[in-house]
C-alpha cells in the first residue's frame, strides 16, 4: 500500500482549531508531506497506549555515504505534541517527508502545518 499524503494547514493570524484540521494517521503504511522550511508536524495520540512517530532520513553523510539515523519523536497516551521544524535533510528525493509510526493502534490524528 502506499503513503497517505496529508496537506498543509496555513495557520494565519486567528490560528487553526486543530481538532478541525487534523486528520487519521495511517498506522500500518505510513503518511507523508511535501516538505517547507516552516512546516511542523502535529500529533494527537488517542490512545491508551504510547505512540513514537518515526521521521525517515534519506539523506547520507560523508564520503562513505554514511546513512543518517531516522528521528523517533515519542507521544504519551492520551497527549499531543507539536514536533520541531524538520530540516531539509528529511526531505526524499520527491520532496516529501515520510512518517511511520509504531506502539498506539488507534485514535492518532495528524496535521501539518505551516507556522
Keep these: 500500500m ?7 494547514t496555513a495557520v494565519g493570524a486567528a490560528g487553526v482549531l486543530l481538532p ?15 516538505w517547507a522550511p516552516n512546516r511542523r508536524l502535529y500529533v494527537s ?6 505512540l513514537t512517530v518515526t521521521v525517515q532520513t534519506p539523506g547520507t553523510a560523508g564520503t562513505l ?10 507521544v504519551a497516551a492520551g497527549k499531543a505534541r507539536l514536533l ?3 530540516g531539509p535533510e528529511f526531505r ?4 516529501t517527508v515520510w512518517l511511520d509510526y509504531t506502539g498506539a493502534d488507534a485514535s492518532v490524528t495528524v496535521a501539518v502545518l505551516d507556522l
Design 2 to 8: 502506499a503513503r497517505t499524503a496529508i496537506n498543509a
Design 20 to 34: 478541525d484540521v487534523a486528520a487519521a494517521a495511517e498506522l500500518t503504511d505510513g503518511n507523508s508531506f511535501v
Design 45 to 50: 495520540n488517542g490512545d491508551s497506549t504510547a
Design 65 to 74: 555515504g554514511l546513512a543518517i539515523a531516522d528521528a523517533p519523536f515519542t
Design 84 to 86: 520541531p521544524k524538520l
Design 92 to 95: 526524499r528525493p520527491d520532496g
